[in-house]
């Protein structure tokens, strides 16, 4: 399957999103974790989801890939590239859902030391502004829409 | 701001009731059942090998789920599927917002469980 890259969606269809927290580590215990397929793989992914597979290539332009395996199975992979590298404080990349997004995202991670902690903070730019039920999606959400669907048939089948 | 905190773990919690009841064989296929037409605990549990207590107990997984809804008449328990949970609309912020939340919640035990771990 030919890929180029999705374009962000335009100003007015997006929006951004800000979750920090504080963190018992260094920022370059973080980073490491953020950054190390062979560490990403033992944390990231929602509860009831697995991380099956990382990789990262940590230059400005290169990609990186996590998968993630929902509850029925299916692999929902994360891609993008990185656009800014500047250990241990901050990460820039591009993030879309393959298969699933239609723009391209932005993701930027931050470490700010605080004494012998680190303010995590995560800013999420160019999420799409519409309902999740409006795009082709897999997911979670794809998973509880499908049985809906299936149900409703059956009731009126 | 503590409402909103409490709303957004509510949302959670109820989306792993959802994810529970649905992982489960049995369950799946009470719920197909109820969605050609409702029917009580009694009739539900005559396809499956299995006492009338251990329906009942699935049924209330799904109760719980809030994917079923069951009304008790005397001794007889009616149960029908609700699918509203199945349809809450959600935006893509309000996802994310859970999905970073949750992140940064595993990457804080994961460094912070191993630090411990490496001081032992």
Redesign the interface.
């Known amino acids: 399957m030919t890929e180029s890259a999705p374009e962000p969606a335009p100003e007015s269809q997006m929006e951004t999103l800000v979750v920090r927290r504080t963190i018992r580590a260094t920022p370059e215990r973080l980073f490491a974790a953020w950054t190390e397929p062979e560490q990403l793989r033992q944390w990231w992914g929602p509860e009831g989801v697995m991380c099956v597979g990382a990789e990262v290539d940590l230059r400005p332009g290169g990609r990186y890939r996590i998968g993630n395996q929902l509850p029925d199975k299916n692999i929902l992979w994360i891609v993008g590239e990185f656009e800014v590298i500047e250990p241990p404080r901050r990460l820039t990349y591009t993030w879309r859902l393959e298969g699933i997004s239609e723009t391209a995202e932005r993701v930027t991670v931050r470490f700010d030391a605080q004494g012998e902690a680190t303010d995590v903070i995560v800013t999420h730019e160019r999420i799409p502004n519409r309902d999740l039920r409006d795009q082709h999606q897999h997911g979670w959400q794809g998973c509880l829409d499908g049985l809906a669907g299936y149900l409703q048939a059956s009731r009126s089948g | 701001m503590r409402s909103s905190v409490k709303s957004k773990n509510q949302s959670d919690d109820r ?2 009731l ?2 529970r009841a ?2 489960d064989r049995t369950r799946r296929a009470l ?2 059942r109820l ?3 409702p029917a009580m605990v009694t009739e539900l549990a005559e396809p499956f090998a299995m006492s009338l207590p251990a329906v009942s107990r699935h049924i209330r997984v799904l109760e719980r789920a809030r994917l079923v809804v069951r009304k008790v008449d005397g001794r007889v328990h009616h149960c029908s ?1 609700d ?1 509203a949970p ?2 809450t ?5 309000a ?18 469980d191993d ?1 411990q771990k490496r001081q032992r």
């Open positions: 989306l792993d959802v994810f649905l992982g719920l197909a969605a050609e037409k599927l699918l199945l349809k609309a959600e935006s893509w912020l996802h994310y917002r859970k999905f970073w939340e949750g992140q940064l919640e595993a990457l804080a035990r994961y460094v912070e630090d």
